[in-house]
């Protein structure tokens, strides 16, 4: 039962008060029809915080400050489909960038709405929400959570 690759995302929770930025996901042929942050693969080469800068402004044409993004969390995900890559996510989040988030992407995006952190939508990706939840828990320290494996860690 060996995993064909391992690949890594980074995702951003833009928090704004109470509230994050959620990105309504289409046409992408994963998790199409929910809520996710801005997120996407980390490319060969580069790292996490990197790519986690490069995506938001991709997908949200916001701008990050390397020094005001803070690695909060890194999740383990096991899909269900043999065929897919598992993955291992690393989770920042910010309080500070410049412009107003706008959606770049409408051919995989079909709508930006912000959320409050502690009532995400049904309809947000189960790693999103367990990963909400890990930040509330959390909220002064690094958590590692994992996703399809049984039982949630617990946001260590």
């Not at 991709?58 to 999740?75: D, K, Y």
């Amino acid at each position: 039962m060996g995993t064909t690759k391992r690949v890594s995302v980074a995702h951003v929770f833009l928090k704004r008060g109470e509230e994050v930025l959620l990105l309504k996901r289409q046409n992408t042929g994963h998790d199409d029809g929910k809520y996710a942050l801005p997120a996407g693969r980390i490319d060969r080469g580069e790292r996490a915080d990197e790519a986690a800068i490069r995506e938001v402004y991709e997908e949200c044409g916001v701008r990050i400050e390397s020094s005001a993004l803070r690695l909060i969390g890194i999740m383990q995900i096991q899909t269900e489909e043999a065929d897919r890559d598992e993955r291992i996510d690393f989770f920042y989040m910010t309080e500070s960038w410049q412009g107003e988030p706008a959606n770049r992407e409408p051919d995989k995006c079909a709508e930006l709405r912000w959320c409050r952190i502690d009532r995400l939508p049904e309809s947000a990706s189960k790693p999103v929400k367990q990963a909400g939840d890990s930040m509330l828990r959390n909220d002064t320290g690094l958590w590692f959570d994992a996703f399809g494996y049984g039982e949630a860690s617990g946001g260590q």
